[in-house]
């Protein structure tokens, strides 16, 4: 049944549904339901033919016609309007549908679907979502006319979340329609991560996409986040993934466009680090520019980004001898040089990040509601401590 409702229903949770009839055309009599009580829905499905929903009260191995009922999304009537809005539709049906008009399904899915299901977590969960960025092909910009949404998010819990001393799940994982995938990370883990100089955290604080920014949140990460930059874990972990892409796909006739382009943008992670000593950009047209000097490589490299937007994900290619060329010797040399390599110790204190943790939990505690004066407060505080720490490095 679970397999059934992914391939057909969407979760919702800010709908509701008021019964109007207990019997269909369709399917027969609902002897279960009462006439003019409201029912909260928990998925539906807008199909060609018809709708289904499925109500928190029966569970989910029951769904019933929507025409029995009035809808609302957070109290507000919208019966009628629903089968018009591609956020409910049958996720199969989407596909389709998305196959004539991508573009719009892509514009629709980036202003109102994600914000949606982001809402729709905090609920879920109980957490607060401080960033939800972009990451992968889309942030890098060369997604596929099929590229999945992959979005990233770090969320706060409620204090007392924290008071336990048995380990609890601190990653959130949801999948939409089959091509929305979000991950979110708590924020003692994310911040845990940081301190090790994670690429992946870095890499989301870095996206040209974002979905939801806290102004406080993020202004006491850009306070601190280069305190915690390690160039030469960073160059370990590009190194190993353009390593890993050469091993797995490139040694083959043919491979996905995206596979090589993965594996190029490693090694120029690690040229840009080497060079420049700071975080490499997420769009990948800003790195090839700040490392590239061949314009006949730069056009090349163009080339294959807008052959890779126009195609499938897994459509099959390979690269020009020459862009190939380029690549293998830049990955022969920074094997040779990060083999050198030791990585530093770990002796930057944790004291700024501890001091995010306790700050983000207290702000958004129930506390907060009854003291909402106080976070212009701590924005002023925010940028007090960022000035006093740029003219401290300085």
């Known amino acids: 049944m679970n397999e059934f409702i992914r391939k057909y229903f969407n979760e919702v949770c800010t709908l509701t549904a008021v019964c109007r009839s207990n019997s269909s055309w369709l399917k027969g009599e609902y002897p279960e339901l009462e006439i003019g009580k409201t029912y909260n829905v928990t998925h539906i499905s807008v199909q060609k033919s018809a709708s289904y929903i499925i109500l928190s009260e029966f569970g989910t191995d029951r769904y019933y016609l929507a025409g029995c009922f009035e809808i609302y999304e957070n109290g507000m009537p919208i019966d009628k309007l629903y089968v018009h809005d591609l956020r409910f539709l049958?996720?199969?049906?989407?596909r389709l549908w998305g196959q004539r008009n991508p573009g719009y399904i892509a514009h629709h899915t980036e202003r109102q679907e994600i914000p949606h299901h982001l809402s729709h977590i905090e609920k879920k969960y109980n957490v607060k979502i401080l960033l939800a960025v972009e990451s992968g092909s889309r942030a890098w910009g060369f997604e596929s006319k099929d590229s999945d949404w992959d979005v990233r998010f770090i969320y706060v819990h409620k204090p007392e979340w924290y008071f336990k001393v048995e380990p609890q799940r601190d990653t959130i994982e949801y999948v939409y329609n089959d091509r929305l995938d979000m991950v979110g990370w708590d924020l003692k883990k994310a911040l845990s991560l940081l301190s090790k100089s994670n690429p992946s955290v870095q890499e989301w604080l870095h996206s040209p996409i974002i979905y939801r920014c806290d102004d406080y949140f993020s202004q006491r990460l850009a306070a601190v986040e280069d305190d915690y930059f390690n160039p030469i874990k960073l160059m370990y972990h590009y190194n190993h993934i353009y390593n890993k892409?050469?091993?797995?796909?490139?040694?083959?006739?043919?491979?996905?466009?995206k596979r090589f382009l993965y594996?190029?943008?490693?090694?120029l992670a690690c040229k840009w680090i080497e060079q420049k000593m700071t975080f490499p950009p997420i769009p990948f047209m800003e790195l090839v520019d700040g490392t590239v000097e061949d314009e006949a490589i730069v056009a090349k490299i163009e080339e294959l980004i807008q052959i890779k937007r126009g195609d499938k994900e897994c459509?099959?290619?390979?690269?020009?001898?020459?862009?190939?060329?380029?690549?293998?010797?830049?990955?022969?040399?920074?094997?040779?040089?990060?083999?050198?390599?030791?990585?530093?110790?770990?002796?930057?204190?944790?004291d700024a990040l501890d001091?995010?943790?306790?700050?983000?939990?207290?702000?958004?505690?129930?506390?907060?509601?009854?003291?909402?004066?106080?976070?212009?407060?701590?924005?002023?505080?925010?940028?007090?401590?960022?000035k006093e720490i740029k003219e401290k490095r300085n």
Do not use: C
């Open 315 to 350: 459509d099959i290619t390979v690269a020009d001898e020459s862009l190939m060329a380029y690549a293998r010797h830049w990955d022969e040399y920074f094997n040779e040089k990060i083999d050198s390599f030791r990585p530093e110790l770990d002796n930057v204190s944790t």
């Open 355 to 386: 001091s995010i943790l306790f700050d983000m939990v207290i702000l958004y505690s129930d506390f907060m509601k009854d003291s909402p004066s106080l976070i212009p407060q701590l924005l002023k505080l925010a940028e007090k401590q960022k």
């Open 263 to 267: 594996y190029l943008r490693g090694i």
């Open 90 to 94: 049958a996720p199969y049906y989407r």
């Open 245 to 257: 892409h050469n091993e797995r796909y490139l040694q083959q006739e043919g491979y996905p466009m």
